[in-house]
């Protein structure tokens, strides 16, 4: 098994003058999924080597068995600071594709061709691409095989309005998760703002916030072991 894991190079938070970028639970959660599964990872950015990660994530209430056990493993840490730049991957070389989220992929992801045409590639040939929290936004540009939106028609799910209103970040984002979702025709569904909820549909594994990147990392392997 061949896992692609894409995370963001954008560290700025809109015009507010605060940082963001990845959030650890959503890189930490999955990475132990697959690993602890055999799976062999290849974690790549735009930029290349180290992602910026979300100052947020990292306060002690964020704090998960999975950020705890990253924080404890050099070899996690070492593969997450020199990440391969996004334009040297070839699609054919994994079975699937995983984002985590966080407010960067909003940047830079959303808007990056390199990925869009990853995604495009790798749901074409039938692999499974998953997003969790704001990673669903990586699909704003991303098309089917006909030229509709890939999520029209889907069960998708992403970060919630209500979750970006707690956060007081409506304002600041390029786009909201949740509207763009429905815009493109997703068929949007969402659970209890910060609990867990993963919707699958077909190939595409989309979770709702940070809570859901454990269950749709897991959702992943079971595409992977069908």
């Not at 509207?179 to 569904?189: I, R, V």
Request: charged fraction near 20%; charge should be negative.
């Amino acid at each position: 098994m061949n896992i692609l894991l894409v995370l963001t190079s954008h560290d700025e938070l809109g015009n507010t003058g605060h940082k963001t970028g990845f959030w650890l639970e959503e890189f930490a959660a999955p990475y132990y999924v697959f690993k602890d599964a055999g799976a062999t990872l290849t974690l790549a950015s735009p930029a290349g080597g180290q992602p910026p990660l979300d100052p947020k994530s990292d306060d002690p209430s964020a704090q998960t068995d999975a950020t705890k056990r990253f924080k404890a493993d050099p070899a996690a840490q070492q593969a997450l600071a020199s990440t391969v730049k996004l334009d040297s991957v070839s699609a054919a070389d994994y079975d699937a594709v995983f984002y985590p989220g966080g407010h960067g992929p909003l940047w830079d992801l959303a808007e990056d061709k390199k990925s869009i045409e990853l995604i495009e590639t790798l749901y074409a040939a039938g692999k499974p691409v998953a997003a969790v929290c704001h990673a669903p936004g990586v699909l704003r540009h991303v098309k089917a095989a006909n030229g509709e939106p890939l999520v029209k028609g889907k069960k998708v799910a992403g970060f919630t309005n209500t979750e970006e209103a707690a956060v007081q970040l409506t304002d600041v984002v390029p786009f909201l998760v949740e509207d763009m979702l429905q815009e493109n025709g997703g068929n949007y569904s969402k659970g209890a703002d910060w609990q867990p909820y993963v919707v699958t549909d077909g190939n595409l594994i989309t979770g709702q916030n940070p809570a859901s990147s454990e269950p749709a990392a897991e959702e992943l392997l079971k595409l992977l072991k069908k």
